[in-house]
């Protein structure tokens, strides 16, 4: 099996929605671009990746959310190293389809108090959904490291709640553990790098805004 020796998460720029909540109103959230600050952003990190990529061959798939492709977009990584495919279990949680403001802020109000783990929105999904069809994806990536010509890097450019719960399964962490972790910022990246035992590790840990309050020992 030839395990990618680094997985790079990226959340995409800052959008449209990021600074003006009322375009959900107008336009479908997969629609969404990004703001001149949210390309600035994706291009300073596309500088970075480039760097830490080198010369080798990178595995990417992205959401198939228009902000996360004008994000991997603005990377620039070389085609003739660049293998990308659009992965629809990466995209954001679904809120619904067109979005009343003040039913969404309500609802997150609701989802707050209950957990945003468990929390599901109407006509949409909870925290619980996309873990599971993250959980799917991790399988077909498992999977792909069968080939003997995996390439050495993973890079998956996605959502904040996505990059979360990523690493949630992927470290076996806690729903006590996922509820007290912050979303990354936009164009923010975590770096799970394989070391020498063979197991991987985050590059960073993600901000805490509370302490986790298990049910249990498992917490």
């Known amino acids: ?23 959900y ?5 997969h629609a969404l ?3 001149a600050t949210g390309r600035r952003q994706a ?9 830490l990529f080198g ?29 990308i495919r659009e992965e629809p279990r990466l995209r954001e949680q679904d809120w619904g389809n067109w979005q009343d403001r003040e ?18 929105f109407a006509q949409g999904e909870s925290g619980a959904d996309v873990y599971d069809r993250v959980g799917a994806f991790l399988e077909s990536l498992y999977r792909s490291f069968e080939a003997p010509d995996h390439p050495p890097n993973v890079l998956i450019v996605t ?3 996505t990059m979360r719960l990523f690493c949630m399964r992927w470290f076996h962490w806690s729903v006590a553990e996922f509820e007290s972790l ?11 790098l394989l070391g020498k035992e063979g197991r991987y590790r985050l590059d960073r840990p993600f901000e805490r805004w509370c302490t986790p309050e298990p049910y249990g020992p498992t917490g």
């Open 1 to 23: 099996m030839a395990r990618p020796r680094r997985i790079v998460l990226v959340r995409h720029g800052e959008s449209e929605g990021n600074v003006d909540d009322t375009v």
């Open 25 to 29: 109103e107008r336009e479908p959230d």
């Open 33 to 35: 671009r990004l703001t």
């Open 43 to 51: 291009e300073e990190t596309g500088e970075r990746l480039r760097e």
């Open 55 to 83: 010369d080798e061959a990178v595995s990417v798939y992205v959401s198939p959310y228009r902000r996360t492709h004008e994000t991997l977009q603005a990377f620039r990584l070389p085609p003739a190293r660049t293998r």
């Open 103 to 120: 039913d969404v802020r309500l609802q997150k109000v609701y989802r707050d108090a209950y957990g945003h783990f468990f929390y599901r």
């Open 159 to 161: 959502h904040g709640l």
């Open 182 to 192: 912050s979303n990354p910022g936009n164009a923010e990246t975590r770096v799970l």
